[in-house]
């Protein structure tokens, strides 16, 4: 059974400050998704990563994916408020059916 | 396209009600999924559907839910009897694989 674990679950930090997520899972895949949550409201796609040392940027947030490690990262450089929300990874083995991580909930304080 | 569309967005029963959810996926998209977010368990996949042939429902909690999806625009989620404990925001999401799922904007139940 593939798990997919997020670390760290909780995650304080001040504006203008760098730091990273990681997303671990068990089971041998090359599709790993990053979403975005803002409280109340949907998830939104962030990045796609679909083969070993995929890296895809997007304003302040870069993703990157190690499949020989089953790593990927989450790094935010200078955080902004706007940044807090909830990030999810997800993980494929079967084509389209995905597994969550627990999600990481960034909180951006001034 | 107006992205996945789900129905109603917020619902209130009764417990031991019947309660029917509905969703409209991303055209051309050949998957459909079903999740249920609650604080206590997180995101969790109920059924997930492949040409809209039910191919993993390992994660339905119980006989009383269950999930169709006559064609390739239109899926529903049914509890029948609802219980309190089903309380939870239900997404219903749809993709190509292998590009990501798109996500609608969820129905809040609540069952009192």
């Known amino acids: 059974e593939l798990k997919v674990e997020q670390n760290p679950l909780f995650l304080s930090m001040q504006e203008g400050k760098n730091y990273t997520i990681y997303c671990n899972y068990s089971?041998?895949?090359?599709?790993l998704y990053w979403y975005r949550q803002d409280p109340g409201k949907s998830l939104e796609s962030l990045f796609v990563l679909l083969s070993n040392g995929a890296v895809k940027q997007e304003g302040r947030l870069m993703a990157s994916l190690d499949t020989k490690a089953r790593l990927s990262t989450l790094h935010i450089t200078a955080a902004v408020h706007d940044l807090s929300a909830t990030y999810f990874c997800a993980v494929d083995i079967i084509a389209g059916k995905s597994t969550f991580g627990d999600g990481t909930t960034l909180t951006v304080k001034p | 396209d107006a992205g996945v569309i789900q129905s109603p967005r917020h619902e209130v029963t009764e417990m031991g009600q019947e309660v029917t959810l509905r969703c409209k996926p991303i055209s051309g998209h050949n998957s459909l999924f079903w999740y249920r977010q609650t604080m206590m368990r997180g995101l969790e996949l109920l059924i997930y559907?492949?040409?809209?042939?039910?191919?993993?429902d390992s994660g339905m909690p119980e006989d009383r839910f269950s999930a169709k999806m006559p064609n390739a625009s239109f899926s529903t989620l049914k509890i029948q009897p609802s219980e309190p404990r089903d309380s939870a925001v239900y997404f219903c999401a749809s993709s190509l694989p292998p590009s990501e799922a798109f996500f609608g904007q969820g129905t809040r139940l609540t069952v009192v």
């Open positions: 559907f492949n040409n809209n042939v039910p191919i993993d």
């Open positions: 089971t041998t895949s090359d599709r």
